[in-house]
Nanobody, 124 residues
Framework: QVQLVESGGGLVQAGGSLILSCAGS????????MAWFRQTPEKARELVAAINSGGANIYYADSVKGRSTISRDNAKNTVYLQLNSLKPEDTAVYYC?????????????????WGQGTQVTVSS
């Protein structure tokens, strides 16, 4: 069992930066691939970035590629998402997710655990 708690969301001006954190409980955290999804009322939840258990394999959605960094610290049971050059279209609830299968984490059906979400609002 893994419990995930996100933090770091908030209101930021366009062009600014945020670092989202996701703290996981349980000794199994390091065995899971981790990901960040986001969702708005108008769109289905989408995968933003993912990282495998060891941190060697990373994926970014085209929408954030080049201006975001996902990382993890297994000693602290924490995964991070740094978002730079934020745009109003980045406004969403961001969810942390854990999956036992990195290659399948793109699908919500393969997510084993979800965090409660943290709101990111980017003002223009």
């Amino acid at each position: 069992q893994v419990q995930l708690v996100e933090s770091g969301g908030g209101l930021v001006q366009a062009g600014g930066s945020l670092i989202l954190s996701c703290a996981g409980s349980g000794r199994a955290f390091s065995r899971y691939a981790m990901a960040w999804f986001r969702q708005t009322p108008e769109k289905a939840r989408e995968l933003v970035a993912a990282i495998n258990s060891g941190g060697a394999n990373i994926y970014y959605a085209d929408s954030v590629k080049g201006r975001s960094t996902i990382s993890r610290d297994n000693a602290k049971n924490t995964v991070y998402l740094q978002l730079n050059s934020l745009k109003p279209e980045d406004t969403a609830v961001y969810y942390c997710a854990a999956s036992s299968v990195y290659s399948a984490i793109w699908s919500e059906a393969n997510v084993d655990y979800w965090g409660q979400g943290t709101q990111v609002t980017v003002s223009s």
